[in-house]
């Protein structure tokens, strides 16, 4: 069976109980030895008072037997007596008993003749008295009989004439007045009893003081052999006893003498002890008590503190609990605050870093949003204003690309720490990349966003010092107003995007304020957006083709391939509208891919002669797939090479001239022609022409459509064709309209004519009806 | 010396030969006692129908000598006087409580003569009141076939009568009424031996 343990809600009542149940276990240890250690005192003591007791019955025993005996011998060999006896003469006989008895103060003094006759005794000892002579054996001469329930001791001595004539029985009874004789002669009050046996062999008290049974046969038993203590069961209590058998006339112990001692009285003088025990025991289980809950009190009440501190730690309050002392729970409560301290400076840098930018050190987009939030919440409850200026830094990326990011880094830094500096009546924030963006709350001048703006553009006018560089950089930066533009955060950060948007479009280096229509062109954008990204997968696109006639072999020597969409809804879309959203959001590289794809394979079922020409924008030029794209068109159509005619605008060398040399010099490697479209405006720069050897120029529309009227165009026109020639490139004039245009680019050179003259872009069913058309050389 | 319980003796007749004649004989009687030692002082006692009156012969005398009786048993006749005559320097108190002869011979030394006359037959204890460990024995007989067991326990007693006759026997070991056992027995006239052994 197993032993429920009581359960303890605290850890004081375990401590308590625990303690107070080890000392009352050892208390309960000690009260049981003392109890042991009293009563073997106490059992000693009565053995060592009752055999000293009994010794000393002995001894009186003896003695009495010896003066009884002297006293009846006396008589036996008083001659007269003798003379007496052996005459027969009863009469002297009782007489002269009769004097002994008073003489010797005994109550019965018998004769006892040889044939048994008894003179001198009552009716009670007569029975027993008459046999007694023949049954005494050796030499014994004293012995304890018992006679209808009474004891009596008796002393023979013998009459001898010489020979024995008879025997002198003296009788004293064992009565109550002997037995309080022999108790006075004990220090210790005892009790002595005799004991005789009855007919059935069971010891019965003579007195009836003690009743029969097995205990007391036991102890009597067992005297014979061996005096020993025991302990008797009587009705006044118990008490130890101690036997001594007491010969018959043939030597069997038919009588006992019982001395006993009450246990009450053996253990009455160790009651004071006991008494004194028993309440130093419960005085000291007491203080046991209180000690325990006070020692326990003390190891848990700093416990509690704690346990109250951590439920406070857990609910995200800052505590710590006084400390003293320098035992183990001290150490507790030190490693506790120490806990403490940690996870509220941990959580501070968690929070720091959830809210801020790790490099710049500035608030990040969250808590930005965040202070947004509030401040918009305060404007709604006023009439204050707030202002979003979103930045940028131009030209950003060119820095990380040319001096690598940790400048890049650097440059960061610098331009946050110059518009904390700018803006110290606002919230700075990066919100990524090189964006930042700065909330300005409260009564706010009307004129402070725009002043906070030209300042920053003024002060990212001169440049910055970073890593060791100093770097010339622009900002743009567009300023939203809330309540006017928007009222929740996330609006009112777009329309500064959108206002930002505008500023780079405006040139860069500039601010510009949000107005509604930026908000409706960018919606319209954004649809754009989406149908370009419909378009490309479910095959809105179509190419037509414009062709591109050779003056110099009289005939159609290409084709360009344009693109066309037919928008489901809106009809054809102007590529104007939507190349560049196709540009902004990567979707010119699908488109791209989509139009090389489709215009080699309609080519290659051309005549030899006729080329095809391909727009490449230079995001798509950039793109590291570009050559697979071509490779993979060109292998899939079975067009060669030569055939195919990539046109670039000057724009992609915008983004760094030397990765974009080393793709043309692959293509030529390749053997597809590169052609530079859109020549004249721009940059314009005649560093391209001689960095790379171009297959063919094509003059813009612009200087074409003039040719005839200006002057000045027609000087362009002229120039750039001479140019060509020295650098031996061909030259393509676009927009060609009319026959006065077409014979002046002949006279100046032209290589080829494309425009409305010829034809406008046709499907790809008509390109074999353009084929054989001629161009009549005009009077 | 134990007084009870002793049992009945018998008397065994080892070799009885039947008298050829109504003359005398000689009967020689072993006594032996329970151990098979030979009964010493032990006195054998003959009564015949046949046998003459016992005379005393005289004389008889019953020494105090180093305090003791010397000898320790006499056998007399009835009507024999037996003188006590004190050897010792110190006097004594000689009496006896017996049934067959009552006396006190008060103190008396060296110089004195006293005598007493046994005329009952019977066994007379002696003591002297003086000196407690005295004691002798006297055995009157009323028959003159009498004899005392020698140092082997034998007695041999001359002129019995051939016929029937009543052995006694007596010793102050003997545990029986008077100290006595009886056996009738029949001697015939060749002359009759035994061997009686007391029995416990």
């Known amino acids: ?779 | 010396m134990r007084v009870a319980f002793l049992s009945a003796i018998g008397l065994s007749i080892l070799s009885p030969c039947l008298p050829a004649s109504a003359s005398a004989a000689t009967v020689t009687i072993a006594v032996r006692q329970p151990d098979g030692s030979p009964l010493i002082d032990g006195v054998v006692m003959i009564e015949s129908a046949a046998a003459p009156r016992a005379l005393p012969h005289g004389p008889y005398v019953m020494e105090q000598k180093q305090i003791a009786f010397q000898p320790h048993v006499l056998v007399v006749p009835v009507g024999a006087q037996v003188m006590f005559p004190n050897r010792d320097t110190v006097r004594h108190h000689v009496y006896s409580f017996s049934k067959a002869k009552r006396f006190d011979l008060k103190l008396y030394g060296r110089e004195d003569q006293r005598s007493v006359t046994f005329d009952t037959a019977g066994v007379v204890a002696l003591g002297c009141n003086i000196h407690d460990g005295m004691t002798g024995f006297i055995v009157v007989s009323a028959t003159p076939l009498y004899a005392r067991t020698d140092a082997q326990g034998r007695v041999s007693i001359p002129d019995v009568p051939a016929g029937p006759v009543t052995l006694r026997l007596w010793s102050p070991s003997i545990r029986a009424p008077g100290n006595t056992l009886a056996q009738s027995a029949t001697v015939p006239a060749a002359g009759y031996g035994t061997t009686l052994t007391i029995r416990r």
């Open chain 1, 1 to 779: 069976m197993r032993l429920r343990v009581p359960r303890f809600q605290t850890l004081r009542g375990r401590l308590a109980v625990l303690y107070t149940g080890m000392f009352a276990a050892a208390l309960t240890v000690l009260a049981v030895t003392a109890q042991v250690m009293i009563w073997t005192h106490a059992r000693s003591s009565v053995t060592a008072e009752l055999a000293a007791s009994a010794s000393v019955y002995d001894g009186l025993w003896a003695l009495r037997a010896k003066t009884l005996t002297g006293t009846a011998d006396v008589l036996a060999h008083d001659f007269g007596f003798r003379t007496a006896v052996g005459s027969g003469d009863r009469a002297t006989i009782e007489s002269a008993l009769a004097t002994l008895r008073a003489r010797a103060g005994v109550e019965s003094a018998m004769l006892v003749e040889p044939d048994g006759h008894v003179i001198g005794a009552d009716h009670v000892l007569a029975p027993v008295v008459t046999r007694l002579p023949d049954r005494m054996r050796g030499t014994r001469r004293d012995a304890v009989v018992v006679s209808r329930d009474r004891l009596y001791r008796v002393v023979v001595s013998p009459v001898m004439a010489p020979m024995q004539i008879g025997s002198v029985v003296l009788a004293l009874p064992l009565d109550g007045a002997e037995m309080r004789g022999l108790e006075r002669l004990s220090a210790i009050p005892l009790t002595a009893t005799m004991l005789y046996r009855d007919g059935r062999g069971i010891w019965q008290a003579a007195d009836g003081s003690v009743p029969p049974g097995s205990e007391v046969d036991a102890l009597v038993d067992g005297a014979r052999t061996d005096r020993r203590l025991a302990m008797l069961t009587l009705p006044d209590g118990r008490a130890f006893a101690i036997a001594k058998p007491l010969a018959g006339p043939d030597g069997r112990a038919d009588a006992a003498l019982l001395i006993r001692y009450p246990l009450q009285a053996a253990m009455a003088p160790y009651l004071p002890l006991q008494l004194g025990l028993a309440l130093a025991g419960l005085i000291g289980f007491a203080l046991m008590v209180i000690g325990s809950l006070r020692l326990a009190l003390t190891i848990t009440r700093p416990l509690h503190a704690l346990d109250a501190a951590a439920r406070a730690l857990e609910e995200g309050a800052r505590t710590e609990v006084a400390v003293d002392g320098d035992d183990e729970i001290g150490r507790l409560a030190q490693s506790f605050n120490r806990m403490s301290r940690g996870i509220v400076e941990r959580e501070r840098r968690i929070a720091h870093l959830a809210f801020h930018d790790t490099l710049t050190g500035l608030p990040n987009r969250a808590s930005f949003r965040h202070a947004l939030q509030q401040a918009l919440a305060r404007t709604a409850r006023t009439s204050e204003q707030v202002a979003v200026l979103c930045l940028d830094l131009d030209g950003f990326k060119g820095v990380n690309d040319t001096l690598g990011h940790p400048v890049g880094d650097a440059l960061l830094c610098s331009i946050g720490e110059l518009l904390s500096r700018l803006a110290p009546d606002a919230l700075v924030s990066r919100l990524g990349g090189d964006e930042f963006a700065i909330i300005l709350a409260g009564r706010l001048d009307p004129d402070r966003p725009r002043g906070l703006a030209q300042a920053i553009l003024d002060a990212a006018a001169v440049p910055v010092a970073a890593a060791g560089h100093r770097i010339a950089t622009g900002v743009s930066i567009g300023i939203a107003l809330s309540p006017v533009d928007a009222a929740d955060p996330d609006q009112l950060l777009k329309n500064a995007d959108l206002a930002l948007y505008r500023a780079k479009k405006d040139g860069r280096g500039v601010f510009r304020f949000f107005e509604e229509a930026l908000d409706i062109a960018a919606r319209k954008r954004r649809q754009l957006e989406l149908d370009l990204r419909e378009a490309l997968v479910t095959g809105q696109f179509r190419l037509n083709f414009q062709p591109i006639y050779s003056l110099k072999a009289d005939r159609v020597g290409g084709f360009e391939a344009l693109l066309r969409w037919n928008h489901p809804t809106r009809g054809e879309v102007s590529p104007v509208e939507f190349i560049p959203v196709a540009e902004d959001t990567g979707l010119i590289l699908g488109i791209g891919e989509w139009v090389m794809h489709e215009a080699c394979r309609e080519a290659a079922g051309w005549p030899d002669h006729v080329r095809i020409a391909i727009n490449v924008s230079p995001l798509q030029f950039r793109s590291n797939g570009f050559l697979a794209v071509i490779l993979q068109a060109l292998a899939r159509s079975g067009l060669p090479p030569a055939r195919l005619e990539i046109e670039i605008t000057e724009s992609v060398f915008l983004d760094g001239k030397d990765h974009v040399l080393a793709m043309l010099h692959q293509l030529r490697a390749m053997g597809v022609r590169v052609a530079l479209d859109d020549f004249g405006t721009g940059y314009s720069s005649l560093s391209y022409l001689r960095s790379f050897p171009f297959d063919k120029i094509k003059i813009d529309r612009s200087f074409v459509t003039d040719i005839a009227a200006d002057a000045g165009s027609a000087a362009i026109v002229c120039a750039i064709v001479d140019l060509a020639v020295a650098l031996h490139m061909e030259t393509t004039a676009e927009g060609v309209e009319d026959d006065e245009q077409l014979t002046r680019l002949r006279d100046q050179g032209c290589d080829s004519v494309q425009g409305y003259l010829l034809s406008r872009p046709v499907e790809a069913e008509a390109i074999a009806h353009l084929l054989p058309a001629r161009l009549v050389r005009a009077a």
